[in-house]
Antibody, heavy 121, light 109 residues
């Protein structure tokens, strides 16, 4: 069965960095696009970034452009999000989600359980 | 402020039909399909409706979606207590981003 397991969240000071990982299993990871989506405490969903199956196409939300970097290692079935220059408003649960599956592009058919990132001094 | 506009709350009694609206613009809903996600309390979101009105396998046919112009709607018929959740619409935007609605909290009275 499809599984997505995020890790790497935690408490970090403003201006600091954090690297999130998402381990995928149960499907051919290299065939699928992937995205990161976040949810601030008590708030709605916000799409963060997208990466194509080969990694050649990448998109970012304006709110993270220039600070976050999405990447993937298809040999390790893993997705990453390098987060730099973190701000208090980046505090959220970060979900990785499978994209571009049977239902089409930019449609998230499987989600991980999320990892909490807290940016606070 | 979310790009797609949803009512913050909706409610209904068991057995009723409720609808949740989602309003966008020509660059998102107007030119791309709409997807809906259900988020039960304390859990990750789940794909509920894709491509405006299609249900993934396993989603009951009580859930239906529609789109007209720059707006979309999610309808839930035969409301059940387990439908109490947050519902989000989403769409691709031509500015190369995915946009979500702010979410609608559905309460089953």
């Amino acid at each position: 069965q499809v599984q997505l397991v995020e890790s790497g969240g935690g408490l970090v000071k403003p201006g600091g960095s954090l690297r999130l990982s998402c381990a995928a299993s149960g499907f051919t990871f290299s065939d699928y696009y992937m995205s990161w989506i976040r949810q601030a405490p008590g708030k709605g969903l916000e799409w963060v970034s997208y990466i194509s199956s080969s990694g050649s196409t990448i998109y970012y939300a304006d709110s993270v452009k220039g600070r976050f970097t999405i990447s993937r290692d298809n040999a390790k079935n893993s997705l990453y999000l390098q987060m730099n220059s973190l701000r208090a408003e980046d505090t959220a649960v970060y979900y990785c989600a499978r994209d571009g599956g049977d239902y089409g592009d930019y449609i998230f058919d499987y989600w991980g359980q999320g990892t909490l990132v807290t940016v606070s001094s | 402020q979310s790009v797609l506009t949803q009512p913050p709350s909706a409610s209904g009694t068991p057995g009723q039909r409720v609808t949740i609206s989602c309003s966008g613009s020509s660059s998102n809903i107007g030119s791309n399909t709409v997807n809906w996600y259900q988020q039960l309390p304390g859990t990750a979101p789940k794909l509920l409706i894709y491509s405006n009105n299609q249900r993934p396998s396993g989603v009951p046919d009580r859930f239906s979606g529609s789109k007209s112009g720059t707006s979309a709607s999610l309808a839930i018929s035969g409301l059940q207590s387990e439908d109490e959740a947050d519902y989000y619409c989403a769409a691709w935007d031509d500015s190369l981003i995915v946009v979500f609605g702010g979410g609608t909290k559905l309460t089953v009275l």
